[in-house]
C-alpha cells in the first residue's frame, strides 16, 4: 500500500490512493478488451442420472468441486467435454482387440498436463492475474457455466490433477465475504500433476447453484481474483464446517446422518 505522505493538505489525497490499491489488488474487474462470454452447449442429458450430486441439498460448507470442461483459445461456441475430467470405460471383459478395433482417444487435457516431477517452472493461480467471468442466463446440470481467462503475459499454473482451485463465498448478515466451500485437497500429494494455462487462453467449468432460505450475494474466487458478484440463495450453515478443529465430525451433522 502506498505511503500516505504526512502533510494536512495531502491527507485526503493519500486516502483516496489506498482506498484504490486495495480494490486493484483484487482483480474483481473485467479487462475492456475483454471477450463475450461464448455459448456453452451440453450435448449429454443426464436426466435422472446425475454423477455430479448437484441435486442433492447442501446445508453445511461444503468440498469444492469444479472441473475442466474445456481448456484452450477462446471460441464463441463452447461444447462440453466431459471426458476432460472423466476417462472412457474401459473395454468389456472378454474384449477382443484383433476382432474390433478401439477407437483412439487422446484427451486434450494432456497437452496442459505436467507430471509431478517436471521440471519446469511457473507463476501460481494465487498470485497470477485470472479473469473470472459466471453466466447466470444459463443453466446447465444444475450449474451455471464459468470461463477462466489467463490475463498474464506468460503461462500460468491453474491446476492440480482433475480441480481448478475455486471457491464460492458469500456476503454473510453483516455484509462481509466468507466462504461456503473449500478447496479439495488430494490425501495424498504424490503422484499428483499441475495443468497450466498459456497467456489469454480460456478454462470452461461450472459453478454449481445452491438452493436455501438466505438470499445473498456470491462470487467465485481464485487466489486474489474474484468474479462480478450475482445473486443466489444458500442455507446459512453453509458458512460453517461440518468437523471440529480436531478434525471429527460435530456431533449436529453425526446425528443429521443417522435419519
Request: charged fraction near 20%.
Amino acid at each position: 500500500m502506498k505511503k500516505i505522505i504526512h502533510i494536512s493538505f495531502f491527507c485526503l489525497l493519500g486516502l483516496f490512493s489506498c482506498n484504490s490499491e486495495k480494490t486493484d489488488t483484487n482483480n474483481n474487474l473485467e479487462k475492456p478488451n475483454s471477450k463475450a462470454f461464448p455459448v456453452v452447449i451440453d450435448t449429454i442429458d443426464f436426466g435422472g442420472f446425475d454423477y455430479y450430486g448437484n441435486k442433492d441439498e447442501i446445508t453445511w460448507q461444503s468440498t469444492a468441486n469444479y472441473h475442466f470442461f474445456y481448456i484452450g483459445p477462446h471460441r464463441d461456441t463452447l461444447i462440453i467435454n466431459h471426458r476432460l475430467s472423466y476417462s472412457p470405460p474401459p473395454p468389456p471383459p472378454n474384449f477382443d482387440s484383433s476382432k474390433h478395433k478401439v477407437p483412439e482417444y487422446i484427451n486434450p487435457l494432456e497437452s496442459y498436463y505436467l507430471d509431478w516431477l517436471e521440471e519446469r517452472n511457473y507463476q501460481r493461480w494465487d498470485s497470477a492475474k485470472i479473469e473470472i467471468k459466471i453466466d447466470t442466463t444459463t443453466i446447465i446440470n444444475n450449474s451455471y457455466p464459468v470461463v477462466l481467462t489467463n490475463n498474464e503475459s506468460d503461462t500460468i499454473f491453474i491446476g492440480y490433477g482433475h480441480y481448478i482451485p475455486i471457491i464460492m463465498e458469500a456476503k454473510d448478515s453483516i455484509g462481509v465475504w466468507q466462504p461456503i466451500q473449500e478447496q479439495f485437497v488430494y490425501t495424498c500429494g504424490n503422484g499428483v500433476g499441475s495443468i497450466i494455462l498459456p497467456p489469454e487462453e480460456i478454462i470452461l467449468t461450472s459453478a454449481r447453484i445452491f438452493k436455501g432460505t438466505y438470499q445473498t450475494n456470491l462470487r467465485l474466487t481464485i487466489g486474489n481474483n474474484s468474479s462480478k458478484e450475482f445473486k443466489g440463495s444458500i442455507h446459512y450453515r453453509q458458512f460453517e464446517s461440518m468437523f471440529t478443529e480436531q478434525g471429527d465430525y460435530k456431533e449436529e451433522y453425526k446425528k443429521e446422518m443417522k435419519k
